[in-house]
């Protein structure tokens, strides 16, 4: 078992001001597998403190964008040396599939990390623009301490859309990882030490609910960049409105996969299953919604549902599983709670349902509906479990309209023959990222979702303004 007694502050182990502890449970097993200590207020003050110190005083903001840029890549390379370990760990907390973990919970932030150290060579803090009487200085300097709220589902992923950028930008940063998977935070404090970054620019508190709103409202804090749940980021987004902090929120999704008269569904299946499924359904980006025509209906419905039901469900640390247990005892009632409501709301289960695939462990049967119409609540409300519903449209026109029916607005995609009539698609849909025959997050390119998915953009250089402050400086002489 992976025991930690300590928190990382002001680049050292620190004992905890209090004596509660959070204990990590394998989904698989229902075993312990790690304990961490439970972060106070007073953790959190002390956490916020270091940080404060180091950005008032310290030298990291103070450094270039290239030096800071040499740093970043140092730490890539070390987390590089670690990765496969990042991976086993993610797994073993949270019941990621290992061919997931290797293929996303932990190089996709080594990707951030590799692409921001890239960016920060070049990047420059000032630039003269023409004014009216004489140049003018446009300058960017960083915004100061940032408050980083992770969920379980990919938490070295969502920390490092974070991270990276703060890192780049010369903020200092408290990392409050869910209580559920606290344990890949304290290997990235290892790196963070190997890489000689200063004391105080990462902190780290695991944490509950109401520490988290401690950090939120704490006065030492001058944004809060935070993943999770839409009903969460509103209570976030309330708070930092009173107080006037920066702040940045990726929320949920319903996302839809479109299927066109013209598609390829025995090839399009592979992919599918990495966007409808990955990481055992519990992504915000997920295609759950699978929109078919009614010509072509019950071949999508009989495409889907073999692909589903040729999932390997399993122990997450077999290369060979497809899907893995849910995060915690309440995900898994949950996700059936949302079984019953389908079959309730008249939908057909083609595949899947209430039968347990396991006595031991969180796990849900991955489950298929069809007969689905998208007023039902398990196509308008996130699900997050291995849950699909496969709606009939009319025309093209009416895919569009349903697609965009949603209080979402995160992801998307597109399953046609014609890229270029996909690429039409795409156009129309309101969502932040979206894909012709794939589901790809980029490093270099802006993510984030429209309506209730979110506000701001992470990844990309679009990720980088949301960690910066621009300063306009116009002189005479």
Known sequence: MRQHDTLFIGGEWVAPAGTGTIEVISPHTEEVVGRVPDGTPADVDRAVAAAREAFDNGPWPRLTFAERAEVIGRLAEIYAARQAEMAELITEEMGSPITFSNLAQAPQPLGMLQFYAELGRTFQQEEQRPGLFGPTTVRREPVGVVAAIVPWNVPQFVTMTKVAPALLAGCTIVLKPAPETPLDAYLLAEMFQEAGIPPGVLNIVPAGRETGEYLVRHDGIDKIAFTGSTAAGRRIAAIAGEQLKRVSL????????????????????????????????????????????????????????????????????????????????????????????????????????????????????????????????????????????????????????????????????????????????????????????????????????????????????????????????????
């Open 250 to 477: 990726e929320l949920g999704g319903k996302s839809a996969a479109i299927f066109l008269d013209d598609a390829d569904l025995p090839s399009s299946m592979g992919m599918l299953a990495i966007a409808s499924l990955m990481n055992n359904g519990q992504a915000c980006v997920a295609q759950t919604r699978i929109l078919a025509s009614r010509n072509r209906y019950d071949e999508v419905v009989e495409a889907v549902a073999g692909m589903v039901a040729a999932q390997p469900v399993g122990d997450p640390a077999d290369p060979a599983t497809g899907i893995g247990p849910l995060v915690a005892q309440r995900q898994q009632t949950r996700v059936e709670d949302y079984i019953k409501i389908g079959m309730e709301e008249g939908a057909k289960v083609v595949v899947g349902g209430l039968t347990r695939p396991y006595d031991r462990g969180w796990y849900v049967a991955p489950t298929v509906f069809a007969g689905a119409t998208n007023d039902m609540r398990i196509s308008r409300e996130e699900i997050f479990g291995p849950v699909l519903a496969i709606i009939p449209y009319e025309d093209e026109a009416d895919a569009i309209r349903i697609a965009n029916d949603s209080d979402y607005g995160l992801c998307g995609t597109v399953w046609t023959a014609d890229a270029d009539h996909g690429m039409d698609i795409a156009r129309q849909v309101r969502t932040g990222t979206y894909g012709v025959n794939c589901l790809m997050l980029e490093a270099n390119t802006p993510f984030g979702g429209y309506k209730a998915s979110g506000l701001g953009r992470e990844l990309g250089p679009e990720g980088l303004n949301g960690y910066l402050e621009y300063k306009t400086i116009a002189r005479l002489g």
